[in-house]
Each structure stands twice: as C-alpha cells, then as structure tokens.
C-alpha cells in the first residue's frame, strides 16, 4: 500500500516538474506532454533494463499513463497558480527524487541486488528522468552542475539501509529515507552546499 502510494506521489511530482520545464520553454500541449512523461517514466525506464524488468513498467500498467495524463491537464489548468511559486519546480523536482530513490532501492531488494547496488539503482531512477527532461529542453542537466543533487539520493539510501538494520516497522525505514532526501535537498540548496568544483582558471 505504501509501496503504490509512494510510486503515484512520485509519478505526479516529476509530471509536474516535467511540465513546468516545458512550459518555461513555451512547448505546444504535445511537447509538454512528452516532456512530463519522459521526466515521470525516463529514471523507472532504466531502471527496469537495467535489471532486466522487461516490458518495463509503464508498458504493462497503463494507470502511470493516466496519472500523468491528469497531472498534465490539471498543471496546465492550474498553470497560472503554480507560476505564484517561484520555487514550485525546485519543490516538486525534490519531492519526487525522494520517492523515486526509495522506489528504485526497493526494485533492487526485490532483484536481490547487494544494498550498494540498491542505492546505486535508487538514484538513477530518482535522477535520469530529470536527466532527459533537460536535455530534451537544452539544459544542463542539475544532476551534473555543483548543486547537490544525486548525493542526497545516496544519503538518503545509506540512511534506509542502517535504519532496516533495525526491529522497527517497514514503513519506518521507507518514510525516514524519503524525508532525509527532501530535508538534505532543502538545506542544500538554502545554505548554498555544493560539491567542490575541479574547474581552474
């Protein structure tokens, strides 16, 4: 149940951020739909060749293209209010690499991957949608610019697996994990926290 949830949230968080991107860049309906799904399934898609999860995903459980069919009409009607936050885009992009790296962790577990390769899968599925989103919008991808962005996904993973270390409830390691991820985002980028930069003048 938590599983699902976490999946839907996550889904409708990057469609969000994927239209909000293409709306920046004044894209037809056509091309903001296209930019929203391929930011919701593109990191799921890797991550389900990757470990051989084929058909992947999206291709056999139409409900991902439905939600993300909703959000981009309801991002679209609602355009106008969610220009009123002028973080909107930072927000739903963090929020849904949270529940991506949670939802990837545990496609490795049920793979029987090593924890390593769980966190390692966890952020490619959180970032490689947010990857080809820029990339399709010609820009920098984030997860290659000096804003912290991949390490909170391997962060936050670390944190899940010492916490499942631990007699508690299922849950208490998945939602801890999620909330570390968007919480070490937040503060990141508040107090302008970035990987060391090897360029030299």
């Known amino acids: 149940m938590l599983y699902s949830l976490i999946d839907i949230l996550g889904t409708i968080a990057f469609a969000i951020s994927g239209v909000l991107v ?12 296209i930019i929203a799904f391929v930011t919701a399934v593109g990191g799921g898609t890797l991550r389900d060749v990757l470990i051989g999860n084929t058909p992947v995903g999206w291709m056999t459980q139409p409900n991902y293209t439905i939600i993300i069919i909703v959000t981009v009409v309801f991002s679209i009607l609602f355009a ?4 009123y936050f002028r973080k909107s885009l930072f927000l739903f992009d963090t929020i849904g690499i949270g529940l991506y790296t949670m939802i990837g962790i ?3 577990l049920d793979a029987g991957l090593l924890p ?3 966190i ?7 970032c490689f949608g947010g990857v080809i989103r820029d990339i399709l919008c010609n820009e920098i991808p984030v997860i290659f610019r000096r804003e912290i962005y991949a390490t909170v996904c391997i962060l ?14 299922p849950d208490i390691p998945y939602i801890t994990g999620i909330i570390c991820i968007i919480v070490l985002r937040l503060l990141a980028v508040k107090f302008k926290i970035a990987l060391p930069s090897i360029y030299r003048k």
């Open 22 to 33: 293409a709306m920046e860049k004044r894209l037809d309906v056509f091309g903001v739909f």
């Open 106 to 108: 545990q496609k490795g």
């Open 156 to 169: 936050g993973g670390g944190i899940y697996f010492l916490i499942l270390q631990f007699p508690v409830n």
């Open 80 to 83: 106008g209010r969610l220009k």
């Open 116 to 118: 390593i390769m769980c």
């Open 120 to 126: 390692a899968l966890g952020t490619m599925t959180a």
